[in-house]
């Protein structure tokens, strides 16, 4: 099993889209797909056409027991004929449960890892909330690679450093998780975003992943709770498909 936490402390660069794509390609590979929702927004249930689940990941962070998760997992509710992940939903509840993990002087930051014993999906990929509080450093150290999520834009270089700083910390405690790469988020056609795309591509080299184009059919089938693949032929859907699945073989080199 190979457990990937989707990172960055910065709201608004697509992570939950990238997680839900890299999801859909790993299970249109024939792998099972465990997304685990870590965000308060629950943005990536309700993308896999999941709300106000229950039990969730709240639940098992509220108890931390060994493989306290399993009893949220469910099935997303994707069309049957395609792939489809299961999900261990997210839940409002989780923004008040961060103060109150606060309070754990013994284990406050390790109880998703607790939780996940006995999880055996092909790959876990945890969704995790756009800070740099107490769930995501859960999702860290519950992952064996992190995955920096960014866009081409001002400033987004110093944001990758951040969150690279943020992930060696946490391995420098336990030996995981490590960088698996960085990818560059709705790139688009304009000279500003490609001016900053060969920002990215200069400041960090070989840790860039294949990036991810700005297309409408993504943010349609985010918004309709749908895979890419069940638009069809619409404008752009095959290629954004595509661009997942490219994104998707990289990373599964790098996992190994």
């Known amino acids: 099993m190979a ?8 709201g608004g660069v697509g992570k939950t889209t ?7 390609a790993a299970c249109a590979g024939g792998l099972s797909v465990l997304v685990v929702d870590l965000d308060p927004q629950s943005n990536a249930s309700a993308g ?10 709240d639940d098992a ?16 509710r994707w069309p049957p004929d395609g792939p489809c992940p299961q999900l261990a939903p997210g839940s ?27 999880v055996n999906h092909d790959l876990v990929l945890i969704d995790c909330p756009p800070s740099l509080g107490l769930l995501c ?30 992930i ?32 990215l ?16 059919a993504i943010a349609e089938a985010s918004g309709q709770s749908l895979p890419l693949r069940a638009l069809g032929r619409r404008a752009g859907a095959p290629e954004a498909a595509q661009a997942f699945d490219e994104l998707w073989a990289d990373l599964e080199r790098r996992l190994g």
């Open 3 to 10: 457990t990937l936490a989707v990172v960055n402390q910065k």
């Open 18 to 24: 990238v997680a839900l794509g890299i999801a859909e």
């Open 48 to 57: 896999l056409g999941v709300w106000n689940g229950s039990p969730n990941v």
């Open 61 to 76: 962070l509220a108890d931390p027991t060994p493989g306290a998760v399993l009893a949220a997992v469910t099935d997303a």
């Open 92 to 118: 409002y509840a989780l923004a008040s449960r961060e103060p109150q993990m606060a309070a754990d002087l013994v284990g406050a930051q390790d109880r998703l890892r607790i939780a996940l014993a006995g």
């Open 137 to 166: 450093i859960n999702g860290l150290f519950a992952a064996d690679r992190a995955l920096v999520v960014t866009e081409p834009a001002a400033w987004a270089a110093d944001g990758v450093d951040l969150m690279r700083s943020t």
């Open 168 to 199: 060696k910390r946490v391995s420098q405690r336990q030996g995981t998780p490590t960088i698996a790469g960085i990818v560059a988020n709705r790139v688009g056609r304009t000279r500003d975003n490609a001016y900053w795309a060969q920002q």
């Open 201 to 216: 591509a200069e400041r960090f080299g070989a840790d860039m992943l294949p990036p991810i184009p700005q297309r409408a």
